[in-house]
């Protein structure tokens, strides 16, 4: 065995001796307030289901009407394979619920960076980057 080899097995067994060794949980129920981790009743504090939407009976229905008439997967790219109906359903639902004339959805973090950074940085746009107008009507409804 290497040297190179024998440090990383001493430190390896140096994190499991102070409990400092990470594993996997296995997580066998919905997201919620209340999860099941390792056959073990928990209560959540770390989901990132804000709104507790994630096990909604409507959200939930509406995934699966959603799959049956479109698929699963991008396939590729919107910029090569074009731009889904669902996006563009989205999108326009939620610039009627902004009050905008336009709205778009960025499936990565970074894209919403750039595009962010680069419109903050052009006078014309930022009036309606910075001050966001609440929406007249809030509708109640999950799914069409």
Same mark, same amino acid.
């Given at each position: 065995m290497?040297v190179?080899?024998?440090?990383?097995l001493d430190?390896l067994a140096?994190?499991?001796?102070?409990?400092l060794?990470?594993?996997?949980?296995?997580?066998?129920s919905p997201?919620?307030?209340?999860?099941?981790?390792?056959?073990?009743?928990?209560?959540?504090f770390c989901s990132n289901?804000y709104?507790?939407?994630a096990n909604h009976?409507d959200?939930k @229905?509406?995934?699966?009407?959603?799959?049956?008439? $479109?698929?699963v997967g +991008?396939?590729a790219?919107? %910029? *090569?394979i074009? !731009?889904?109906?669902?996006?563009?359903?989205?999108?326009s639902?939620l610039?009627?619920f902004?009050n905008?004339?336009r709205?778009?959805i960025?499936s990565?973090?970074? @894209?919403?960076n750039?595009?962010?950074?680069?419109? $903050?940085f052009q006078? +014309?746009?930022t009036?309606? %980057? *910075?001050?966001? !107008?609440?929406p007249?009507?809030?509708k109640?409804?999950?799914?069409?």
């Amino acid at each position: 065995m290497s040297v190179f080899q024998q440090h990383w097995l001493d430190a390896l067994a140096a994190k499991k001796a102070a409990g400092l060794w990470r594993h996997h949980r296995l997580l066998s129920s919905p997201q919620g307030v209340n999860v099941c981790v390792d056959g073990k009743q928990m209560l959540a504090f770390c989901s990132n289901d804000y709104l507790g939407l994630a096990n909604h009976k409507d959200v939930k @229905q509406a995934a699966i009407d959603t799959i049956q008439n $479109t698929g699963v997967g +991008s396939g590729a790219s919107h %910029l *090569v394979i074009g !731009h889904h109906q669902e996006h563009d359903l989205l999108e326009s639902e939620l610039a009627a619920f902004t009050n905008r004339d336009r709205a778009l959805i960025f499936s990565k973090r970074a @894209q919403i960076n750039f595009v962010f950074l680069h419109l $903050t940085f052009q006078k +014309s746009h930022t009036r309606n %980057l *910075v001050r966001p !107008h609440p929406p007249k009507t809030a509708k109640r409804h999950l799914a069409p």
